[in-house]
């Protein structure tokens, strides 16, 4: 552990710039809100409150070129190649819920039967700076997924505002060779302690400043998993649903994605990976135009199932919710992921 002052921090994001494509919070002056994008050491912002966009764009963008070939019609073969983005990429200030979003994509891209090469060439040139949230945002629910305020893992450093100082946690061996370049002064135990109450301080205050979101799952997860959950709630959810997409495009855990194959003039054709939704109807349809998830409470139901279900959880070893709130700000139905735990959970008390 280390102490670094708060005008050092500038210096660590410097550094990081010189080596890396740095990405970070920063407070756009037009809109006034917070994005995660391309910065520099000067306009990334650790005080920032949850970006609006979720950083699992940097290692899993939203249009992606993953794959090429050629055909030879007289030689009757393919070349075929694999394309890789070999820029290392550093993601400054990055708080607890989406560092457990990004665990999650790691899981699903990396933990499975089948390893995403493009995906893991992604994350094995990355550098994590995590910040831990000693103060919750209005929309934030983390305490109810495990996911927050603080970060116990996956960060190559990890920083929290001490108030007059930061404290650095090494997370990697990488992490350590380099905030050890900086000769900042070691942490004691002391300050290690100073963290954990201002941990459990911010717990204490999501019941007061957390209000725009409440989403208390354990029980709900029960409900999902077993399926005890009337049918008049998902129709009475998905009648809400206008199948933006939205919901799915904002989450830091959602992975679904289509493939779909551009050709040029030159004669090459392009392999491209884009996001998708579950909420779209065109999701599930079959060849033929066979649909089993027609009804637009069916793909709700699925959402959710995938959210909230001890399946979902023993593939992500946690649940598929980290509690940023980002569907509950983007949904114009009212139907983010809070507002359906309310649902279901007034069911249950009735």
């Known amino acids: 552990m280390y102490l670094i002052k708060r005008d050092d921090i500038k210096k660590i994001a410097h550094a990081l710039e010189e080596k890396y494509t740095l990405y970070g919070p920063y407070l756009d002056e037009v809109y006034g809100q917070c994005f995660f994008d391309i910065v520099n050491g000067d306009t990334v912002n650790v005080n920032a409150p949850i970006p609006t966009n979720p950083p699992k764009q940097v290692v899993f963008p939203h249009l992606e070129k993953i794959m090429q070939y050629k055909y030879d019609k ?31 994509i790691d899981r699903f891209f990396l933990g499975q039967e089948f390893v995403d090469e493009v995906y893991r060439h992604h994350r094995s040139r990355m550098f994590i700076v995590s910040n831990t949230c000693v103060v919750p945002f209005k929309q934030c629910f983390c305490v109810c997924t495990d996911s927050g305020p603080a970060a116990n893992e996956g960060y190559d450093i990890n920083l929290t505002d001490l108030g007059d100082s930061y404290l650095a946690e090494v997370g990697s061996e990488k992490g350590k060779a380099f905030i050890e370049a900086f000769h900042f002064p070691a942490a004691t135990d002391e300050h290690a302690k100073l963290k954990q109450k201002l941990v459990e301080k911010s717990i204490t205050m999501f019941e007061d400043i957390a209000v725009e979101s409440k989403a208390w799952v354990s029980r709900v997860m029960n409900r999902v998993t077993t399926g005890f959950i009337k049918e008049e709630i998902w129709e009475y959810i998905g009648n809400q649903c206008l199948e933006c997409g939205a919901c799915s495009y904002v989450c830091p855990t959602c992975t679904c994605f289509n493939i779909n194959d551009a050709s040029t003039v030159e004669g090459n054709t392009y392999r491209l990976r884009t996001w998708d939704s579950c909420s779209y109807e065109g999701y599930s349809r079959m060849a033929g135009g066979h649909n089993p998830r027609k009804p637009i409470e069916d793909r709700r139901n699925k959402r959710f199932f995938c959210k909230l279900s001890y399946s979902q959880s023993k593939k992500y070893l946690r649940p598929g919710c980290v509690g940023c709130g980002r569907c509950a700000w983007v949904c114009p139905g009212d139907i983010g992921l809070p507002n359906v735990v309310t649902y279901i959970r007034r069911e249950i008390h009735e």
Do not use: H
């Open 74 to 104: 007289k030689a009757k073969k393919a070349d075929i190649a694999m394309l890789f983005d070999d820029a290392p990429r550093a993601l400054f200030g990055l708080r607890s819920c989406d560092l457990t979003g990004l665990q999650c």
